[in-house]
Nanobody, 127 residues
Framework: VQLQASGGGLVQPGGSLRLSCAASGFSLDSYVIGWFRQAPGKKRGGLSCISSSDGSTAYADSVKGRFTISRDGAKNTVYLQMNSLKPEDSAVYYC?????????????????????WGQGTRVTVSS
């Protein structure tokens, strides 16, 4: 069971990036995929989640309206489209998986909820 996060890089404020979380060794069906980020000196915090089964999604207030989570079942991949990026979005971004159904609330924004983690991809927003 592996999750591979990719797509990070350097982008200017106001720019966009799309992160990918590819699963291998298991099907994402029945799983919730969550995206998290961790900036230097800060705790890892939840941003968004999606249910692979029915596409239900949830977003933290900090990214609502700017970030969009989506899935491609055929590719066994979940994406995080990030628009209107700000310097404070700079962090290492992680994806994680757990069996369940995504809904709004603190449960799926907690690192303790998830069983599997990707290795992280770094996003730097700077001019």
């Amino acid at each position: 069971v592996q999750l591979q996060a990719s797509g990070g890089g350097l982008v200017q404020p106001g720019g966009s990036l799309r992160l990918s979380c590819a699963a291998s060794g298991f099907s994402l069906d029945s799983y919730v995929i969550g995206w998290f980020r961790q900036a230097p000196g800060k705790k890892r915090g939840g941003l968004s989640c999606i249910s692979s089964s029915d596409g239900s999604t949830a977003y933290a207030d900090s990214v609502k309206g700017r970030f969009t989570i989506s899935r491609d079942g055929a590719k066994n991949t979940v994406y995080l489209q990030m628009n209107s990026l700000k310097p404070e979005d700079s962090a290492v971004y992680y994806c994680a998986a757990v069996v369940g159904r995504c809904y709004s609330g603190s449960y799926y924004y907690s690192t303790r909820t998830y069983d599997y983690w990707g290795q992280g991809t770094r996003v730097t927003v700077s001019s």
